[in-house]
């Protein structure tokens, strides 16, 4: 396809689409209000993550110049323009929103102050926590003579400090004074007064006590204002043949903590003189690296806002359930020998996936476990279990990607831990990043040896999996456990890629194979026959995946599409796209799972699958894809992904203005919110099934 018949939206652009919606959720008045407060920080976190990655690619490919410009497909200076401005809009409504909610908490009785609100009794017990729990941990610096500035670090708060003297001859003095959050938490509960709760954060009760902290300069009034920096987030890794790659790694990220700055963000209500203080001693040389913002920033802290208040005020808790086919069984091998399974997370319990690597850490049976880690949880209670079973004398394999942005640290001190208790570590893969999502448990049977696996859309993270909505399959089907098999045989030697009849693996044939399915659909469309595709991921970029949905949908090819994240694809387009529609769906579960689906002239495929349609899962990287054959779980697949296109509540319709407008419902609709609907049929409440033909028509309104 030509680029003149080829239309997409930058991916940039559509990640700051993206967290606009979430932003729509902080503001959306039918989500409880301390949720609502969660967004803003979910928002926040987001956003600091998109300027420690993304804007300091895009400041990187301003060196390249016309290169730069040929990889991204536009000037990275005019994109950066367009960013900037989009970030300022939607800080400025963020700031308002705030300001909404804070008004609304308030008539919950429940009030945010500043030091300057506090009551004399307020002000004595935050003067008596501040030198118990807050003063020791403080390293006040004087910054006006220093001949280097200080180190600022990534993603902190600090207070810029102005001592003004009384005295007009004397100059001022300024002062850092970083904020111990990694140690106290960022909000203080006061005694409540008269049922009412108040709260006031940390940097204000820093601000109340500062003459506690400056007292040596009792001729001088202090004020303080909000920093933080944020530093690029790209690992650096050397070429050294000597070093191993966990040595480069974890010397990278050191070396990323010392990131060059990619954004400034500070209190509007800072004296430009101290401002100016502050960008010419870090040699800031660009106002595109600053970002005017209001008192508080690092607003991921409110993702943890404390939960007072009525029990409405947040979501109900889910719990998640055992799957049915589990429920009550002292053996799952033996549920997994006879059918497949597959779990929804996290309406579904994550246990059933620790309780099998339990099982196998002590069934005299299992000879070996072989399994990819990708991010784990604090504490990891799959780590725990797979060493329970190198100490029962399992062979235990773990392919563990330390090159898993933020999460390098954690991966090398988790495999250090395996590897010291026994286990066979395999760092990755050179030239790709490892991020299927499988294991692989070898049992003896009699005289067979037979294989259990379980492939996933999501991380093995018992924390995310409550919050994030997933699909495992676990299995012994021959078909697929043998060909997991075969990969693992790659991860160990890298020489050997193997042949895949029924998985689909990155690098190796996830593109070719997905284009089979949807040229597949554009032969049954151009004959008159039943032709559409389902596909459900996170985000859609790669722009030879978006060129064959372009001509299935010129075919006539029926295409429905869920992408939570970044959509670089734009349906609705008269000739190109007009049989595309595309939803995003952002609710109380953050939507990860992988799900892709195809009419097959009538024999339909399903797929679930670790990696989205990106460059670098189709080709970077080690995705796998896998089918899934039971017909009941078929028709579970079907179900849950009819749920979400009925959604008229949380879905968003993504179309050729990008304004993320709600789907429209009629008038007189019941809501339908496919989250809740999902848990009620999980949990049983629910007696809604939909036909495929059902589905269709959705597709076709």
Not at 335 to 347: A, E, G, H, M, S
């Amino acid at each position: 396809m030509s680029k003149k018949n080829f239309e997409s939206v930058n991916r940039d652009l559509s990640w700051l689409l993206f967290n606009a919606r979430v932003l729509q959720e902080a503001q959306d008045p039918s989500v409880p209000l301390l949720e609502r407060l969660r967004f803003l920080g979910i928002f926040s976190n987001n956003r600091d993550e998109f300027f420690r990655v993304r804007i300091a690619t895009l400041r990187r490919m301003l060196e390249l110049g016309k290169k730069g410009k040929e990889i991204i497909g536009i000037d990275p200076k005019i994109l950066l323009e367009k960013i900037q401005n989009l970030v300022l809009k939607q800080q400025e409504l963020f700031d308002k929103i705030y300001k909404s909610l804070r008004k609304e908490l308030e008539d919950e009785n429940i009030c945010i102050i500043d030091e300057t609100q506090l009551s004399a009794e307020q002000g004595s017990f935050v003067r008596r926590y501040f030198q118990e729990q807050v003063y020791p941990l403080l390293v006040p610096v004087m910054i006006n003579a220093l001949p280097k500035f200080p180190y600022l670090k990534d993603k902190t708060i600090y207070l810029a400090v102005n001592l003004i003297p009384k005295d007009s001859k004397v100059m001022s003095r300024y002062a850092l004074i970083e904020l111990p959050t990694d140690i106290v938490s960022r909000f203080l509960l006061l005694p409540m007064v008269h049922e009412t709760r108040y709260i006031i954060l940390l940097e204000d009760v820093i601000r109340y006590c500062l003459s506690d902290v400056f007292s040596i300069f009792p001729d001088y009034k202090i004020e303080a204002f909000a920093v933080k920096l944020t530093r690029d987030a790209e690992l650096d890794i050397d070429s050294d043949v000597s070093k191993s790659l966990m040595e480069k790694i974890s010397r990278s990220v050191k070396q990323r903590k010392k990131g060059q700055p990619v954004r400034l963000v500070y209190d509007e209500a800072i004296p430009k003189h101290l401002l100016d203080f502050i960008l010419k001693r870090m040699k800031f040389k660009s106002e595109e690296h600053l970002v005017p913002g209001g008192r508080y920033h690092n607003f991921m802290d409110f993702i943890n806002f404390p939960k007072v208040g009525r029990k409405e005020l947040v979501y109900p808790a889910l719990k998640p359930v055992e799957h049915p086919d589990f429920k009550g069984e002292n053996s799952l091998f033996k549920v997994i020998r006879k059918k497949d399974v597959l779990i929804t997370y996290p309406f579904h319990s994550f246990h059933h996936c620790i309780d099998i690597l339990r099982e196998a850490s002590i069934d005299p049976d299992v000879v070996s476990i072989r399994m990819t880690l990708y991010r784990l949880a604090k504490n990891s209670s799959i780590v725990n279990a797979l060493i329970n079973a190198i100490k029962n004398g399992k062979q235990v394999t773990v392919v563990v990607e330390i090159q898993a942005r933020f999460d390098e640290e954690s991966n090398i001190y988790y495999a250090n831990k395996l590897q010291e208790e026994g286990a066979s570590v395999i760092f990755g893969v050179p030239g790709l990043k490892v991020h299927s999502k499988l294991f692989l448990i070898s049992r003896k049977e009699g005289k067979k040896l037979v294989h259990y696996a379980q492939i996933g859309t999501g991380n093995f993270n018992e924390k995310t999996a409550k919050l994030y909505g997933d699909h495992s399959l676990f299995t012994s089907d021959k078909r697929i456990t043998s060909e997991i098999e075969i990969l693992f045989k790659f991860y160990s030697n890298n020489f050997k890629t193997g042949n895949y009849k029924h998985l689909i693996v990155s690098p190796f044939t996830t593109r070719k194979k997905f284009i089979q399915c949807i040229k597949k659909e554009i032969e049954q469309a151009k004959k008159g026959k039943n032709a559409w595709i389902v596909l459900k991921m996170n985000s859609l970029v790669d722009r030879e995946m978006i060129s064959w949905l372009y001509q299935a949908s010129k075919a006539g090819v029926k295409i429905d599409l869920i992408v939570r994240g970044i959509c670089a694809l734009v349906p609705g387009i008269k000739g190109l796209s007009e049989n595309i529609r595309a939803i995003s769906i952002v609710d109380q579960y953050l939507e990860h799972s992988r799900i892709y689906i195809f009419c097959n002239a009538d024999q339909n495929k399903y797929y679930i699958s670790s990696g989205d349609w990106m460059y670098r899962n189709l080709d970077n990287r080690s995705e796998v894809s896998v089918p899934v054959y039971d017909k009941e779980l078929q028709a579970d697949l079907w179900h849950y992904v009819s749920l979400q296109l009925r959604d008229n509540v949380k879905a968003r319709l993504l179309n050729t203005k990008q304004d993320n407008l709600y789907v429209p419902s009629e008038q007189n609709a019941v809501p339908f919110r496919s989250q809740l609907k999902i848990a009620q049929w999980i949990r049983g409440n629910s007696k809604l099934k939909l036909t495929k033909t059902d589905m269709l028509s959705i597709s076709a309104n």
